[in-house]
Every structure is written in C-alpha cells, then in structure tokens.
C-alpha cells in the first residue's frame, strides 16, 4: 500500500472522539524513552508530551467502555501516568499501559498504577530472561528488570500481555522458555509474538512470515502446528487459545483499522497503523 494511498484512507476515516468507532485507542503520551531499541516504530524523540487538561477532555468526549492503551515512546517515563490512568478510568475506559518494564522492576509502582486504576499491563520481552538477547536486540543489557517486571506484575494481579518481537537468527529458541513462563502465570493471559516491521528503526534480519512464527510457536509449545485452529487467522496475524491464554501472532503489516484507531495531535481519532506506515509521525 502506497503512502499515498494510506494517507488518502485515514484522512476519509478520521472521527471527532465522540463518533469513535473503535475499540482501542492507542495515545502517544510521550516520545521520551529510556531505551534505545534496536528495533523501534517510533524512534522520533522530538515529539513534546501531550497534555494532561487536554487529554482528560479526550477522555470526557470518547464514548465509555474504550480500551485506552498508553504507549511511547516509554508511557512509564511520565511522572503522571498514575493520574492520567486515574483520569481515564474515571471517565468510564479501561486504562493499557505498553511498556518496556524498566520502571516496573519496582513493586511500589506498579502497585501505584494499579491502585490508580491500571487494567492491563503489556510488557515488552524481546530478549526473554537472556541478558544477551536484550544487548543484540534493545542494546541494553537489562534481563534482571525484566524479570521483576514479570514478576512484580504477577504479585500485584495485574492482567498482563507479553509482547516478543521475534528475530530471525536471533531469539527464537528464546520463545520456550518465556511460553513456559507465561503458562505458569495466572494473571498473563495474552502472549504475543510479532515479526520485524519495517518501519521507524528495525533489523535487517529477514522477518519471519506468518507460518513461520507459527511454527516457532508450535515447537515452544511442543504441540503440532496442524492441529492450531485457523478460524481467527487473516492475513496479517493469526490469534488463537493454548489454555487459559490468548495467542497472537503478527507479520507487518498489521492494519487492524476495525478494532484500534489513534489520537492525534489535532484531537481527532484516525486508523492506527495506517498512521504508521503512511509515516505520519516523521518515524
């Protein structure tokens, strides 16, 4: 899809918050972050934080029920992300925060954001619980973080999502270990696996397709691929259950415009990845 195009769709599809078709509405909260990730959507620093006054009367006009997801940059770097997550929760939404989990190494605040009324907590675990990993794909060497992330989340009760990008040549003996992780935990009941999209800041590892991560999958599951259900399956990404659990995987691009739509700066509610891939952001 051209740039053109994907910009031509999400100026035709752009809504005032209170007409709101979507599900999920994902908000830049700020473009800071404390990570510099080899593979990065939005790796563009400049961007300033979106208002907090401002952002509450998003939340007035947007009808109740959405799934507010805070997203970076790195949300966790906002000083007040407890009150926006309380703020949005007051109007009615249910408060997401994407995180890379470095600040969720500490208990007391994750407590915090959930006594501010966090929901779900999506950790990011590219390199599982191998500190080389994280240096070859987010350059910092930060496995023991993340561990108490996944941990600190688990004692608070949190609902959590687990998000691996998965590398090809790289991390993909990686997915295992981290599967028997999340089938051990209670409160994780998602887990996403997700290819290099090419976008912002990436490797140039050769993305996996679809059947591949299907199989990596598979394989970490111990299970035989033939026997995953391909009802939920599209064209982009195949979503299913193991358990308890809810399994996603996504290839790029994932344009999911019937489910996830994006604030932006002009106050107005648009196709999330169509943004993007149209490079909207300057990424």
Same mark, same amino acid.
Request: proline content about 5%; some cysteine.
């Given at each position: 899809?051209?740039?053109?195009?994907?910009?031509?769709?999400?100026?035709?599809?752009?809504?005032?918050?209170?007409?709101?078709?979507?599900? =999920?509405?994902?908000?830049?909260?700020?473009?800071?972050? &404390?990570?510099?990730?080899? &593979?990065?959507?939005?790796? &563009?620093?400049?961007?300033?934080?979106?208002?907090?006054?401002?952002?509450?009367?998003?939340?007035?006009?947007?009808?109740?029920?959405?799934?507010?997801?805070?997203?970076?940059?790195?949300?966790?770097?906002?000083?007040?992300?407890?009150?926006?997550?309380?703020?949005?929760?007051?109007?009615?939404?249910?408060?997401?925060?994407?995180?890379?989990?470095?600040?969720?190494?500490?208990?007391?605040?994750?407590?915090?954001?959930?006594?501010?009324?966090?929901?779900?907590?999506?950790?990011?675990?590219?390199?599982?619980?191998?500190?080389?990993?994280?240096?070859?794909?987010?350059?910092?060497?930060?496995?023991?973080?993340?561990?108490?992330?996944?941990?600190?989340?688990?004692?608070?009760?949190?609902?959590?999502?687990?998000?691996?990008?998965?590398?090809?040549?790289?991390?993909?003996?990686?997915?295992?270990?981290?599967?028997?992780?999340?089938?051990?935990?209670? &409160?994780?009941?998602?887990?996403?696996?997700?290819?290099?999209?090419?976008?912002?800041?990436?490797?140039?590892?050769?993305?996996?397709?679809?059947?591949?991560?299907?199989?990596?999958?598979?394989?970490?599951?111990?299970?035989?691929?033939?026997?995953?259900?391909?009802?939920?399956?599209?064209?982009?990404?195949?979503?299913?259950?193991?358990?308890?659990?809810?399994?996603?995987?996504?290839?790029?691009?994932?344009?999911?415009?019937?489910?996830?739509?994006?604030? =932006?700066?002009?106050?107005?509610?648009?196709?999330?990845?169509?943004?993007?891939?149209?490079?909207?952001?300057?990424?």
């Amino acid at each position: 899809m051209s740039a053109t195009l994907v910009q031509s769709i999400s100026v035709e599809r752009t809504y005032a918050p209170e007409m709101c078709p979507y599900e =999920t509405v994902i908000i830049d909260v700020t473009h800071r972050c &404390n990570m510099t990730c080899a &593979n990065c959507y939005v790796p &563009n620093r400049s961007v300033p934080d979106l208002d907090a006054r401002w952002l509450s009367s998003i939340f007035a006009r947007l009808p109740k029920g959405r799934f507010v997801r805070f997203v970076g940059g790195e949300p966790t770097l906002r000083n007040d992300l407890a009150e926006l997550i309380h703020d949005a929760r007051s109007h009615g939404h249910h408060p997401v925060v994407l995180s890379n989990g470095l600040r969720f190494a500490d208990r007391a605040y994750v407590r915090s954001l959930k006594e501010a009324g966090l929901q779900i907590a999506y950790l990011s675990f590219n390199g599982g619980f191998d500190d080389e990993l994280y240096w070859v794909i987010d350059e910092m060497r930060c496995a023991e973080k993340k561990r108490l992330a996944f941990e600190n989340l688990r004692a608070e009760h949190l609902f959590t999502s687990i998000g691996m990008i998965v590398v090809r040549g790289v991390n993909e003996h990686e997915v295992k270990p981290v599967l028997d992780a999340v089938r051990r935990s209670r &409160n994780v009941r998602e887990f996403h696996l997700r290819s290099i999209g090419a976008m912002g800041r990436y490797m140039e590892n050769p993305p996996l397709t679809l059947d591949e991560l299907l199989e990596v999958f598979a394989g970490a599951a111990g299970i035989d691929p033939g026997s995953i259900s391909r009802n939920e399956r599209t064209g982009s990404s195949h979503d299913f259950a193991l358990g308890r659990q809810r399994i996603q995987l996504t290839v790029w691009p994932d344009l999911g415009s019937e489910t996830r739509g994006r604030l =932006t700066p002009e106050g107005m509610i648009a196709p999330f990845m169509e943004h993007v891939i149209a490079n909207e952001g300057g990424y």
